[in-house]
């Protein structure tokens, strides 16, 4: 069945209402890595309900709609489709408890050709269900490798280009370890893709064992990013975005380099991240925005 361009373009996602409270912003913390040290203050404040702070990587798991492009009336083959790019930019400090509003659209697709794919951009804006408050807007660009050739509009759509890393050495590096159970205890906060968990699920996906989502490699970036620049204040981290590169297995250790803003940039950041034990790029073209 060919891509449906005019069903996934006009169709409609259900907004998703989604309550939380400490105990979901600790669960996500922990899932990414916080507190492994129980006596470091500064990562205890997020997982401890005295004096508790939300990450600002937390709306990425807020009000979403698991898997809705599995819909075969879109005509994608699913089971080639990944996560190529993610952002988020913060319009308001993160509470740690309260009821958001999710609300899904796509926003463009561009045909890259025959053999070659197509790309789903898509948007997502959390707001406060209380008042109507836009909290944060999510973007992402799914990559459906199976798909291309359909006739849709090609690469001149695209919104714009990836984010240029420096060609300097990092002016910062930090390393953080990933614990074997993290992705069992990370998708209890709401992605229970059985690629990280099910071992016969990662070996029928070409991996030898269940990796890590890529959205808790780029919440662990995000961790670099508030301990290195940051004083982990997570009000300074106002937006962040990545490209996916290549999986990180549960254990492994993820060494985000960090390179600082200079003159008029002094509040964007460039990043990446890779596993240390491989010398592999995880993310690339890592973007951030921190408040002064």
Not at 8 to 25: A, I, M, R
Not at 130 to 143: E, I, M, P, Y
Not at 216 to 233: E, I, Q, R
Request: hydrophobic share 35%.
């Amino acid at each position: 069945m060919p891509v449906n361009l005019e069903k996934l373009l006009t169709h409609k996602v259900p907004p998703v209402e989604h309550s939380y409270g400490p105990k979901d912003v600790i669960l996500y913390a922990l899932g990414l890595g916080f507190g492994q040290n129980p006596t470091d203050a500064k990562e205890l404040q997020f997982v401890y309900e005295k004096n508790l702070k939300a990450l600002p990587t937390w709306p990425l798991m807020q009000g979403y709609t698991p898997y809705w492009l599995r819909d075969e009336g879109f005509g994608l083959t699913f089971s080639h489709a990944v996560h190529g790019e993610q952002a988020i930019v913060l319009h308001a400090p993160v509470p740690v408890r309260g009821t958001v509003v999710g609300q899904e659209r796509v926003i463009d697709v561009v045909d890259k050709g025959e053999g070659r794919g197509a790309l789903i951009y898509s948007e997502r804006t959390i707001t406060d269900k209380a008042d109507g408050r836009l909290l944060a807007k999510l973007s992402q660009t799914t990559f459906c490798r199976a798909d291309g050739g359909f006739g849709g509009p090609g690469e001149r759509q695209r919104p714009a280009p990836p984010h240029a890393m420096p060609e300097r050495a990092p002016d910062l590096i930090c390393d953080l370890p990933t614990r074997p159970e993290m992705a069992l205890i990370y998708r209890l906060s709401g992605d229970i893709n059985p690629l990280h968990a099910d071992p016969e699920s990662a070996r029928s996906a070409g991996y030898p064992r269940p990796i890590l989502h890529g959205l808790a490699t780029m919440g662990v970036a995000g961790h670099a990013l508030l301990k290195s620049v940051c004083d982990y204040d997570p009000a300074r981290l106002t937006a962040m975005s990545v490209r996916f590169s290549a999986p990180v297995f549960p254990g492994e250790t993820i060494r985000t380099e960090i390179w600082q803003g200079s003159g008029k940039d002094d509040g964007v950041v460039s990043f990446r991240a890779r596993v240390k034990e491989r010398d592999v790029v995880a993310l690339n073209h890592g973007r951030a925005e921190i408040a002064g």
